[in-house]
């Protein structure tokens, strides 16, 4: 019988390099806000672009809230959650996180355009290269293999991923 776990990390579009990976058995707002900070800790100061899809934790409240509260944004201007402002909706929220002027801001992908995000290659390699015959112990020992295998990438294999299409144009 399975473990249902889900991966989180993110991509340095770059250098090719997956940094702060973090495994967690649910895929709660709280678990996106906690990969965010762990991120974003490697540099409090810099200026960060996330790449997500359009899953609901990546416009979550909690992810306005630690992303106000990390540019400086006093929270009481924010409004309340399903009531005002921009924690009223997901595209009030979606909006407000997509603010290229913050120095921490998001791009959303389009919807079934998620083959265009990087990471989501990045998780197909290590689902390839780790996970899909692999025979694990615990969720110590697959965290484990996991952390070594992205050790190891970051090391040897790493590099910025060519996005290349030689099909026919796509019509807009």
Known sequence: MGV???SFGNFHVAKGELR???LSATRTEEDFTANLT?????APNG???FIVDNLNTHRSGSCVLYVAKMCGINESTLGTKGRSGILKNMEMRQ????NPVRRIHFYFLRRHSSWLNQIEIWFGILRRKVTRYGSFKSV????EKINQFIDYYND???HPFQLIYRG???CV
């Not at 909006?95 to 997509?98: D, E, I, K, M, R």
């Open 140 to 143: 110590e020992n697959l965290n």
């Open 20 to 22: 702060s990976p973090m």
């Open 95 to 98: 909006a407000f996180l997509s």
């Open 168 to 170: 026919k144009t796509l």
């Open 4 to 6: 249902d776990m889900s």
């Open 47 to 49: 200026r960060y672009r």
């Open 38 to 42: 762990s991120g974003v800790k490697q």
């Open 156 to 158: 040897a294999l790493a």
